[in-house]
């Protein structure tokens, strides 16, 4: 009888391992090691904007900033979140969080808030 192994890839938390290093299946030698993700930023200037940089990086993520008329325009924004989106627009890894109150609450679920 063929055993089947746990492919760490469906795991929860997959997207917080480091690359090269993804548990092998019955080693728990790597099991609460987690890595930094890096969080963008998608802001306009704003005083909400460069809060949400500054609580981010208090909360240890590697953060990346793109500014409204340099990295990329209005339109482009509107494009990406939607007509209704408010500044600043935060990604934690690959996935959209939103905006600040919506990515606090995101972190603060997981445990990520120290």
């Known amino acids: 009888m063929a055993q089947l192994t746990i492919d ?4 929860d938390d997959y997207d917080t391992w480091e690359y090269g ?6 080693d728990n030698t790597w099991s609460n090691r987690k890595r ?3 969080a963008l930023v998608y802001g306009n200037g704003s005083q909400e904007s460069e809060r949400a ?3 981010l990086e208090a909360c240890g993520q590697d953060v990346r900033e793109f500014l409204l008329g340099a990295d990329f325009s209005d339109r482009q924004f509107r494009a990406e979140f ?3 989106a408010e ?3 935060i990604a934690i890894g690959l996935n959209h ?4 109150k919506e990515t606090l609450k995101y972190m603060s679920d997981r445990g990520m808030l120290v």
């Open 82 to 84: 939607g007509s209704e």
């Open 36 to 38: 930094k993700m890096q």
């Open 53 to 55: 940089k500054m609580v």
């Open 21 to 26: 290093t993804e548990p092998v299946p019955g």
């Open 87 to 89: 500044y600043p627009q």
């Open 97 to 100: 969080r939103g905006t600040l």
């Open 8 to 11: 760490p890839r469906n795991e």
